[in-house]
């Protein structure tokens, strides 16, 4: 027998061990409930956690029945989407069966959709577990849109609600909201939810339905994984086409310009103004971005190629994992070459926008979604920077400067740090008014919720810096942009908040584990300028409420929503 036999013999005993112990400890699970063992891997690869059992319940009852057996027998209980997310809002890295987990799988089973339409706008009944681009093609067919979404479409809805995911939008100066959409995030178009929670009177987890206009809805708008939502019912407005325009030969001086220094009419605010949608994409150690601005156009422009299905990007979208990691590992081992490889990217990039992708027309969804899961494996950190509109340039003058200066500094001392690309979007907040649903509440814990005590702030703009995970330095680069960050966007002309997916809270060698973070600054975002009636403390207590066993809650949750 050769070693390598020898070792996989091992390897499958092992395994065999393994299930038969979970299998033990199991033994009392729900028995016509299905259950399997997996391997969770988060979308960047830096979350990893083996041997863990996840449940595929077939309806409601099954799952209220693994909730309050989760609850009986000390388990957590994480629902997992299509784990495309950075933070570890579900799993630490290393957990297993021992930890008493079990995973819950609802894309099967939970992902119905049914659709009414009204004479101003429409509402859409959907269970969490369905994929949002399935989601979106079933309200095309019916002539349904959003002004903007996340630009994945392989995440469950359940999970882009979680976390207040967004697109990037806000009006264009001579635009009229169409009823039914939102420029905030996705979270802002619910109108009700039906979620598990602990009934006190019946002593045990049960469904209840929450109107959007009940101040215990709030919580569960955007709950950041501390909650089960098993469907909502949300507002959606006319489709709309939309014509997407790629730019890269603007350089980043002219696009991140502070309004007084700005040259011509090339600044983003001025493309905001135009069409109010808009990306910035600038690959480290390079002059031009990749600018994508998409507009409003019911027809189709002369110099545009009508598209009629997503991910119309494939020079950035088609990267086997293989590769993905082989640029990994280049820049690991040789990190010089950091400056040549921005450089490679812009190049190709600029290269594949001169033929078709340039300039693209049709239906919302299929310019809105342009990530596929076979994209680099980057990680990255996010944050959400409230401001008034007059202020956007001001935010990207100061935070350009800070990016390129801090890369400077650490090249310098022959550090390479940053190999991924910046990306900025900007959208409107989650703004109560533009809810179809009188008296409607604001979601508690979303990045985007307006603040009382600055009415004048009025947009979001999403800061983002990519990085390979685990490459040299980075940590210590992002924990000092984020502490620059909330220094300088203390609540004068801008006041930063977390982007609950992404990196945040860096400590000195890892994220999610700054203190001051995790216990001050980001309760103080959700407290300052904020009614005591629906602020972090309250929130906070809600969600205790709903989960008084904590069963929800990841070990990032632990330490966050900790009194």
């Known amino acids: 027998m050769s070693s390598s036999e020898s070792i996989e013999q091992e390897n499958n005993q092992l395994q065999k061990e393994t299930i038969t112990e979970i299998e033990y400890h199991l033994s009392n699970f729900p028995r016509k409930i299905i259950w399997k063992i997996i391997n969770f891997k988060n979308w960047s690869g830096e979350i990893q956690a083996d041997t863990i059992p996840c449940c ?46 079990m995973l819950m799988d609802l894309s099967p089973h939970f992902s119905q959709v049914s659709i009414k339409h009204r004479s101003q706008f429409s509402i859409v009944t959907a269970q969490t577990g369905i994929l949002m ?55 802002n178009t619910i109108l009700s939810l039906s979620a598990i929670v602990w009934d006190e009177e019946n002593q045990q987890y049960a469904i209840k339905q929450f109107e959007r206009s009940d101040p215990d809805c709030a919580p569960l708008l955007t709950h950041i994984g501390g909650a089960l939502i098993l469907e909502v019912q949300f507002q959606a407005g006319k489709n709309q086409r939309l014509r997407c325009q790629s730019f890269t030969d603007i350089p980043a001086a002219e696009l991140f310009a502070s309004s007084e220094n700005a040259k011509g009419n090339r600044t983003l605010s ?17 002059n031009n971005p990749w600018l ?16 009629n299905a997503p991910y119309n990007y494939p020079f950035s979208d088609n990267i086997p994992l293989i590769i993905s990691d082989l640029v990994k590992e280049a820049l690991s081992t040789t990190p010089s070459v950091t400056p040549f490889i921005g450089e490679m ?22 310019l809105l979604l342009y990530v596929k899961p076979t994209t680099l494996r980057v990680t990255a950190n996010g944050y959400a ?78 800061l983002d810096i990519l990085t390979f ?27 930063a908040r977390v982007e609950w997916s992404k990196g ?23 407290t300052d300028g904020l009614f005591a009636d629906n602020n972090w403390a309250l929130t906070i207590s809600a969600l205790q409420k709903y989960d008084p066993h904590n069963i929800f809650r990841s070990p990032l949750l632990n330490k966050l929503l900790s009194d």
């Open 270 to 286: 001025q493309f905001l103004n135009k069409s109010g949608r808009a990306e910035i994409i600038l690959f480290p150690f390079t």
């Open 56 to 101: 595929i319940p077939k309806s409601i009852e099954e799952v209220i029945t693994v909730v309050n057996w989760a609850w009986k027998n000390n388990y957590k209980l994480r629902p997992i989407g299509q784990s495309h997310n950075w933070s570890p809002l579900i799993l630490e890295s290393g957990q297993s069966f021992t930890n008493r987990i």
């Open 469 to 495: 995970p685990n490459t040299p330095y980075s940590i210590e680069f992002l924990r000092k942009f984020e502490q620059w960050l909330f220094q300088e966007f203390n609540g004068t002309y801008a006041s």
């Open 345 to 366: 990217q812009y190049l190709l990039t600029n290269i594949a926008l001169q033929g078709r992708e340039k300039d693209i027309w049709g239906w919302s969804k299929n």
């Open 385 to 462: 920077v409230l401001t008034r509109r007059a202020d956007i340039q001001r935010v990207l003058s100061v935070f350009y400067s800070q990016w390129k200066n801090l890369i400077e500094q650490f090249e310098i001392e022959g550090k390479y740090p940053i190999n991924g690309p910046l990306e900025v979007r900007v959208t409107g907040l989650d703004n109560p008014a533009e809810v179809m649903y009188e008296k409607a509440v604001v979601p508690g814990l979303s990045a985007i919720r307006p603040r009382l005590d600055h009415p004048e702030w009025d947009v979001a703009v999403w």
């Open 133 to 187: 681009e399935k989601l979106m093609t079933q309200m095309e067919d019916q002539g349904l849109g959003f002004s903007a979404t996340p630009a994945p479409g392989d995440l469950t809805l359940g999970a882009v609600l979680a976390i207040g995911g967004h697109g990037t939008a806000i009006k264009a100066l001579d635009e009229t909201l169409l009823p039914g959409h939102t420029f905030g995030s996705l979270s």
């Open 504 to 526: 945040w809270a860096y400590g000195k060698t890892a994220a999610w584990e700054d203190t001051d973070v995790l216990t001050k600054i980001i309760p103080a975002s959700f």
């Open 292 to 307: 994508k601005v998409w507009s409003i156009s019911p027809t189709q422009p002369l110099s545009s190629v009508e598209v």
